[in-house]
């Protein structure tokens, strides 16, 4: 089976630009999750969607990220605009409930550094 | 809020060592915990998962127990090897989170030929 796909895998823009991050999720998964991972810690939710409707996003910056997941498949999480603090790693993951479990399965990430 | 720590932050052992890495949480109401390893610029990878009604779980060289009533979870690793060197990330599902997992801060682990 196929796993979580990301792209780009590495991304460089200036402070004040846009960019976006695409993430294709395991077939079958109906949760898909977007973390940020900055450099010495641990993965943090931004944002949680059940097929394509938001199920948490009170991690989520409002003002300057947004994310969409269209037909419950593949979605986008986009940045605008950039600030410094936002370089930091973009992980997506996606999981179904088995047996009352929910398991996630991470993608490689996104490195995003903001100069 | 839940909090989820690692101790310690960084691990260095020669290779053949036994090694023990402990994970703690603030609040005992989850449904499981969950053991991941991260090599440098790859995702997550799942290693064991816990639920709250199991007291440990093996796969292989790992074991990692579970204590919920006093928040504790540790990973043991027998027998460590050099492909062994990652960080190895603790997470926990609250009860009253969704699917949401809880992070800790990771441990580096480096094993040394």
């Known amino acids: 089976e196929a796993g979580v796909a990301q792209s780009p895998r590495y991304k460089i823009i200036e402070k004040r630009q846009s960019v976006a991050f695409w993430c294709n999720p395991i077939s079958g998964h109906a949760t898909l999750y977007w973390y940020q991972q900055i450099l010495g810690q641990g993965p943090k939710l931004l944002i949680q969607?059940?097929?394509?409707?938001?199920?948490?996003d009170s991690q989520l910056p409002k003002d300057r990220f947004s994310a969409e997941r269209l037909k419950g498949v593949d979605s986008t999480l986009k940045i605008q605009p950039a600030k410094l603090e936002d370089s930091a790693v973009y992980l997506c993951a996606s999981s179904r409930m088995t047996g009352g479990i929910y398991e996630q399965y991470f993608g490689p990430g996104t490195r995003l550094t903001v100069t | 809020k839940q909090e989820v720590t690692q101790i310690p932050a960084a691990l260095s052992v020669p290779e053949g060592e036994n090694l023990v890495l402990n994970c703690s949480f603030t609040d005992s109401a989850i449904y499981n915990l969950q053991w991941f390893r991260q090599d440098p610029g790859k995702g997550l990878t799942s290693l064991l998962l816990?639920?709250?009604?199991?007291r440990e779980q093996t796969s292989g060289r790992l074991n990692a127990s579970l204590d919920k009533s006093s928040g504790r979870s540790t990973l043991y690793i027998a027998a460590s090897q050099p492909g062994d060197s990652a960080t190895y990330l603790c997470a926990v599902r609250g009860e009253t989170s969704g699917s949401r997992l809880t992070f800790g801060e990771g441990t580096q682990l480096t094993v040394n030929p």
């Open positions: 969607f059940q097929n394509n409707g938001v199920v948490d």
């Open positions: 816990i639920q709250s009604s199991q």
